[in-house]
């Protein structure tokens, strides 16, 4: 990974130091060499010693930068390709998991209260029968936009499964939790997706998990998500349950 102060230069201005610095180091070992085996100096010494480095470095150096900010620019597309989902361009399930795990190990050192959601489209599998799944990708990625717009800097949103989002909120409890799901619910059910002269309606089930001392892994946590969710969709969909365990 480039530090940030070599991204802040660029390649012309690390260009730049670098042919100084070649200058600086050629002269100074051409010096120090003759200074060593007691020959004069000349002055057309010290000029080849501070024109090949001129000529020479800018050439090298700028094909040694080029490849190395374009291998950095790969390394960085694939670390991004590796965490998110392809069609809705959210984070996919393992970095959501690897999240999860790191908000809980922060939450059991230091007492914080976090939540989590796990959205299911209602009749989502009807949508691809009718209209075809290029309707239903759609409809993934309306809700992943709509979704992305609600959230806070600092909360996770993920492709769960085809047709889940899981989000993952620090500090927020179990109250604010259900408020925000009901604003979510409510957002979603009031968006329509236009695909080839169809208006596609929307509504989702949600189900939410508030951390409590009481869950001791995220197994445990995530099986409560599912419980919520199931919950959920036993009620009759587009509602919304909260779980949270008790000591």
């Given at each position: 990974m480039l530090p940030p102060w070599v991204k802040k230069l660029g390649k012309k201005n690390l260009v730049v130091l670098l042919t100084m610095a070649s200058m600086l180091a050629s002269t100074g070992i051409s010096v120090v060499l003759r200074w060593l085996i007691q020959v004069e100096i000349s002055i057309s010494g010290l000029l080849?010693?501070?024109?090949?480095?001129?000529?020479?470095?800018?050439?090298?150096?700028?094909?040694?930068?080029?490849?190395?900010?374009?291998l950095e620019e790969m390394r960085t597309q694939l670390s991004h390709l590796s965490v998110t989902d392809d069609l809705t361009q959210v984070y996919?399930?393992?970095?959501?998991i690897g999240r999860a795990n790191d908000e809980l190990s922060r939450a059991k050192r230091y007492g914080q209260v976090f939540s989590m959601l796990l959205l299911d489209l209602d009749d989502f599998k009807q949508t691809n029968?009718?209209?075809?799944?290029?309707?239903?990708?759609?409809?993934?990625?309306?809700?992943?936009?709509?979704?992305?717009r609600a959230i806070r800097e600092v909360d996770v949103l993920a492709r769960y499964g085809g047709d889940e989002f899981a989000l993952l909120i620090p500090n927020l409890d179990q109250q604010h939790a259900w408020?925000?799901?009901?604003?979510?619910?409510t957002l979603l059910d009031e968006s329509v997706v236009a695909y080839e002269g169809?208006?596609?309606?929307?509504?989702?089930?949600?189900?939410?998990?508030?951390?409590?001392?009481?869950?001791?892994?995220?197994?445990?946590?995530?099986?409560?998500?599912?419980?919520?969710?199931?919950?959920?969709?036993?009620?009759?969909?587009?509602?919304i349950k909260v779980l949270k365990a008790h000591s």
């Amino acid at each position: 990974m480039l530090p940030p102060w070599v991204k802040k230069l660029g390649k012309k201005n690390l260009v730049v130091l670098l042919t100084m610095a070649s200058m600086l180091a050629s002269t100074g070992i051409s010096v120090v060499l003759r200074w060593l085996i007691q020959v004069e100096i000349s002055i057309s010494g010290l000029l080849i010693s501070l024109i090949i480095p001129l000529v020479l470095t800018p050439f090298f150096g700028s094909i040694f930068f080029k490849a190395y900010f374009e291998l950095e620019e790969m390394r960085t597309q694939l670390s991004h390709l590796s965490v998110t989902d392809d069609l809705t361009q959210v984070y996919n399930r393992r970095y959501f998991i690897g999240r999860a795990n790191d908000e809980l190990s922060r939450a059991k050192r230091y007492g914080q209260v976090f939540s989590m959601l796990l959205l299911d489209l209602d009749d989502f599998k009807q949508t691809n029968d009718r209209l075809g799944h290029p309707a239903g990708d759609e409809v993934l990625c309306m809700v992943a936009d709509t979704c992305v717009r609600a959230i806070r800097e600092v909360d996770v949103l993920a492709r769960y499964g085809g047709d889940e989002f899981a989000l993952l909120i620090p500090n927020l409890d179990q109250q604010h939790a259900w408020e925000f799901a009901e604003r979510l619910r409510t957002l979603l059910d009031e968006s329509v997706v236009a695909y080839e002269g169809h208006a596609i309606q929307i509504t989702v089930s949600i189900g939410v998990v508030t951390w409590t001392p009481a869950i001791t892994d995220l197994d445990g946590l995530i099986y409560l998500m599912d419980k919520a969710l199931y919950d959920a969709k036993r009620a009759g969909k587009d509602t919304i349950k909260v779980l949270k365990a008790h000591s």
